[in-house]
């Protein structure tokens, strides 16, 4: 599943793009509404995704990737 999301971020669902995050040491913070918060303790910001029905948009599992892919390279 981390190497499909890695390769197509959009063709996975919310709930596996949480499991991803925690593969790669996120942890998921409170936040308020409709919104996960996702820190890892090697970046100074927090990803925020907004969940509607279940879901998220392309866009932040875009996101999601960026993050990921900056705390593999701070690892380096």
């Known amino acids: 599943m981390v190497e499909k999301f890695l390769v197509n971020p959009a063709s996975i669902r919310l709930t596996q793009v949480i499991i991803v995050l925690e593969h790669y040491g996120f942890q998921q913070i409170q936040a308020k509404g409709s919104h996960l918060k996702f820190k890892h303790p090697k970046l100074d910001t927090d990803l925020i995704i907004p969940v509607h ?24």
Not at 68 to 74: A, F, L, P, R
């Open 53 to 76: 029905n279940n879901d998220c948009k392309e866009f932040y599992k875009q996101a999601a990737k960026k993050y990921i892919d900056k705390v593999k390279q701070s690892t380096l």
